[in-house]
């Protein structure tokens, strides 16, 4: 990638749109203690932000950055604008328990973390 690329450009360099889930997968720098995609802003700085919030930016327009960007689809790492929404604290924590997310929904023996990804119990491995 030419070093004078657009941040749009780094950007669809790393997503992957061919996932067999409809996900459009992140394929750049994922954040190890939660999962999410990150790429670096242009400038001096280094400013890191999030790709599913960057990928909402492009796809729905610029949003309330106290807004939170949330995934219909639980992959931290999809980018797939079909996938995302801009929700709140409220709705997102609402999302989170009708999916069985929360704290103790977890059936025995899964590790929460990985919950998204994980389809075996972790006594199973």
Known sequence: MPKNATLTERFWEKVNTAS???CWEWTGAIKK???YGLICLPGKNHRQVYAHRLSAMVHFGMFDRRALVCHHCDVRHCVN????YIGDQKS???DMVTRGRGRGQFPPGHVPHNAPRCNALVGAR
Do not use: R
Request: cysteine-free.
């Open 20 to 22: 067999e889930s409809g």
């Open 92 to 94: 997102n924590a609402q």
């Open 81 to 84: 604008p079909a996938h995302l």
């Open 33 to 35: 203690s939660n999962g």
